[in-house]
């Protein structure tokens, strides 16, 4: 079993800045990939980032340039620094993990705002 929790969401201006955290416990040596999504009210949930053990790193277009995905093994934390927020970022956003058995681990969510 594999725990998930976030951390750093919030009410932010456009432009500002926020950086989310997924603390990640239990089972975490089988970790395949792990990655943020995000939900807003009426939309589908989608993939914003999202980086495997190879450290191969994927971005959704519209964060390209503005969001940065890290990891850091040691500690079993990973962060996605978001710069230069806009509206359209506004979404409860989840720490996903995916296992090399195929099974898929979530977080609670946390908001985050962009609003002036």
């Known amino acids: 079993q594999v725990q998930l929790v976030e951390s750093g969401g919030g009410l932010v201006q456009p432009g500002g800045s926020l950086r989310l955290s997924c603390s990640i416990s239990g089972t975490t040596y089988n970790l395949y990939r792990m990655g943020w999504y995000r939900q807003a009210p009426g939309k589908q949930r989608e993939l914003v980032a999202m980086?495997?053990?190879?450290?191969?790193?994927t971005y959704v277009d519209s964060v390209k340039g503005r969001f940065t995905i890290s990891r850091d093994n040691a500690k079993n934390t990973m962060d996605l620094q978001m710069n230069d927020l806009q509206f359209g970022d506004t979404a409860v956003y989840y720490c996903n993990v995916d296992t090399f058995g195929r099974l898929r681990f979530w977080g609670q969510g946390t908001q985050v705002t962009v609003s002036s």
């Open positions: 980086i495997d053990n190879y450290d191969k790193i």
